[in-house]
Antibody, heavy 120, light 107 residues
Framework: EVQLLESGGGLVQPGGSLRLSCAASGFTFSNYAMTWVRQPPGKGLEWVSTTSGDGGSTFYADSVKGRFTISRDNSKTTLYLRMNSLRPEDTAVYYC?????????????WGQGTLVTVSS | DIQMTQSPSSLSVSVGDRVTITCRASQSISTYLNWYQQKPGKAPKLLIYATSSLQSGVPSRFSGSGSGTDFTLTISSLQPEDFATYYCQQSYNTPQTFGQGTKVEIK
């Protein structure tokens, strides 16, 4: 059974930094691209970033480009999101998800999410 | 970026009703369209991918159709566990944008 467990969320001041982790199990982690999706309180879903299975390719939403860095450690089966220069509009629940390519990418398994609150 | 627009934003229905949710893309996305279900306080769940392919374990009362810019999610007979918010997502290119969501509520 695929399991994804996010951690690292919390309250941070504007301009601060945070690193989220997503511990994966139940599948061959290095074979799959992984992604982060966020959801501000009471609002819809926004794709944030995706990394390939070997971590060699990364993609970012314009809203986080230059501030966020996605990475992975395949030996630890863990996905990361380093978030710098945080803004109040980054406040959201952050989900990690496994990506499967089948007539386009689909996010077929999701973690439970971790809440990031950016506020002074 | 490709804009995804869902309609309606919400609807009130009864158990057993047939439900149809539409999603329109701002440009053609072929059949690169996924649907997700999200219940309050829970992570989204993949229901349908590539417009009409049912994800493993999803009940057959869910179906999807469309191509190009116009897509539909249909629930043939709404069950109590189907009250949730539904999101479409284009997987044609990056960024993989989502619709704003359609909340299905109990009448």
């Amino acid at each position: 059974e695929v399991q994804l467990l996010e951690s690292g969320g919390g309250l941070v001041q504007p301009g601060g930094s945070l690193r989220l982790s997503c511990a994966a199990s139940g599948f061959t982690f290095s074979n799959y691209a992984m992604t982060w999706v966020r959801q501000p309180p009471g609002k819809g879903l926004e794709w944030v970033s995706t990394t390939s299975g070997d971590g060699g390719s990364t993609f970012y939403a314009d809203s986080v480009k230059g501030r966020f860095t996605i990475s992975r450690d395949n030996s630890k089966t863990t996905l990361y999101l380093r978030m710098n220069s945080l803004r109040p509009e980054d406040t959201a629940v952050y989900y990690c998800a496994k990506v499967v390519y089948s007539s386009g990418p689909k996010f077929d398994s999701w973690g439970q999410g971790t809440l990031v609150t950016v506020s002074s | 970026d490709i804009q995804m627009t869902q309609s309606p934003s919400s609807l009130s229905v009864s158990v057993g009703d047939r439900v149809t949710i539409t999603c329109r893309a701002s440009q053609s996305i072929s059949t690169y369209l996924n649907w997700y279900q999200q219940k309050p306080g829970k992570a989204p769940k993949l229901l349908i991918y590539a417009t009409s392919s049912l994800q493993s374990g999803v009940p057959s009362r869910f179906s999807g159709s469309g191509s190009g810019t116009d897509f539909t999610l249909t629930i043939s007979s709404l069950q109590p566990e189907d009250f949730a918010t539904y999101y479409c997502q284009q997987s044609y290119n990056t960024p993989q944008t989502f619709g704003q969501g359609t909340k299905v509520e109990i009448k």
